[in-house]
């Protein structure tokens, strides 16, 4: 599976972009889909998951701002930002794991917020 992440860009503090990220393929089974972001000079960490059953889950300091959410029949993760902070500026990274085992990542796609 291949994942294709798109969306970012450059916004103002305050803005809102939407991410996506697109399977190569369909995606059937137990699986999670994440986001992860990785700052300049900091370690990859988690922002956001939903389950294959639409169960969510947020880093504490993206809840209330960011909403993910995925279309099962075209295999997508989206992850909704909003009022977007200079700290969120980060390349975003989407995740998939199946039935536990398998792992799958995206490229990457860069978000920076100017204050």
């Known amino acids: 599976v291949q994942l294709q992440a798109s969306g970012g860009g450059s916004v103002q503090s305050g803005g809102s972009l939407r991410l996506s990220c697109a399977a190569s393929e369909s995606i059937f089974g137990i699986n999670v889909m994440r986001w992860y972001r990785q700052a300049p000079g900091k370690q990859r960490i988690f922002v956001a998951s939903?389950?294959?059953?639409?169960?969510?889950n947020y880093d504490y300091s993206v809840k209330g701002r960011f909403t993910i959410s995925r279309d099962n029949v075209k295999s997508t993760v989206s992850l909704q930002m909003n009022s977007l902070k200079p700290e969120d500026t980060a390349v975003y990274y989407c995740?998939?794991?199946?039935?536990?085992?398998?792992?799958?990542w995206g490229q990457g796609t860069l978000v920076t917020v100017s204050s």
């Open positions: 939903i389950t294959s059953d639409g169960r969510t």
């Open positions: 995740n998939l794991v199946v039935a536990g085992i398998h792992t799958y």
